[in-house]
């Protein structure tokens, strides 16, 4: 049976971080391309970050530009974990967090490529 257990998620006020955390069981962690989703009230899901691991020490990664500069993604193959380093946080980024898994290695940030999907966290930044 495949989790996805997303952690980290809260309350937070403009400009701090967060770093959330999803810890991945039941596939092969390091063949899967890992991404985070957001979804905030009354808005459709959206992609944030996805990162793949190309072997050895290479890993490629893809940010929204809504992001970019300010989240980071990484992942830990051997702890089965993805992970993303939210920094400079605004009231925008409220949302609830999804990671994902997704056999592809490329679209990343198409969600329809995702076939397994954590049940999120809340992520909330007050002004």
């Known amino acids: 049976q495949v989790q996805l257990v997303e952690s980290g998620g809260g309350l937070v006020q403009a400009g701090g971080s967060l770093r959330l955390s999803c810890a991945v069981s039941?596939?092969?962690?390091?063949?899967?391309?890992m991404g985070w989703f957001r979804q905030a009230p009354g808005k459709d899901r959206e992609f944030v970050a996805a990162i793949t691991w190309g072997g050895g020490s290479i890993y490629y990664a893809d940010y929204a530009d809504s992001v970019k500069g300010r989240f980071t993604i990484s992942r830990d193959n051997a702890k089965n974990t993805v992970y993303v380093r939210m920094n400079s946080l605004r009231p925008e980024d409220t949302a609830v967090y999804y990671c994902?898994?997704?056999?592809?290695?490329?679209?990343?940030?198409?969600?329809?490529?995702?076939?397994?999907w954590g049940q999120g966290t809340q992520v909330t930044v007050s002004s």
């Open positions: 994902a898994a997704s056999p592809s290695r490329q679209n990343f940030n198409y969600s329809g490529n995702y076939g397994y």
């Open positions: 039941g596939l092969t962690f390091r063949a899967y391309t």
